[in-house]
């Protein structure tokens, strides 16, 4: 699980990937096209709701950068979702 006193971000993206059985998915930043792996979640329920999530559907999220040898962010913060998140 997280820490969450590591410093954190919002994203505004779009899921590539959705999550597979493992609990990573692909989301590209709206902003800068960067293609970027959430691998861990703050808890279950935020996981079930980011789990939902289909290839394309926009998302805004607070995330933490991965320590250590992950490359991967964490996700602790879903600000919304869906249609009414559609991004330019």
């Given at each position: 699980m997280l820490k969450q006193q590591q410093r954190s971000s919002e994203r505004a993206s779009v899921v590539v990937?959705?999550?597979d059985d493992?609990?990573?998915m692909e989301l590209r930043d709206v902003e800068t096209d960067e293609i970027?792996?959430?691998v861990d979640y703050i808890d279950d329920e935020l996981a079930t709701k980011l789990g939902a999530?289909?290839?394309g559907?926009?998302?805004n999220?607070?995330?933490?950068?991965?320590s250590?040898?992950?490359d991967g962010f964490g996700a602790v913060r879903i600000e919304s979702t869906g249609p009414s998140?559609?991004?330019?």
């Open positions: 990937s959705p999550m493992t609990g990573r970027y792996e959430v999530l289909s290839a559907e926009a998302v999220l607070e995330l933490l950068a991965g250590g040898t992950s998140a559609r991004f330019k």
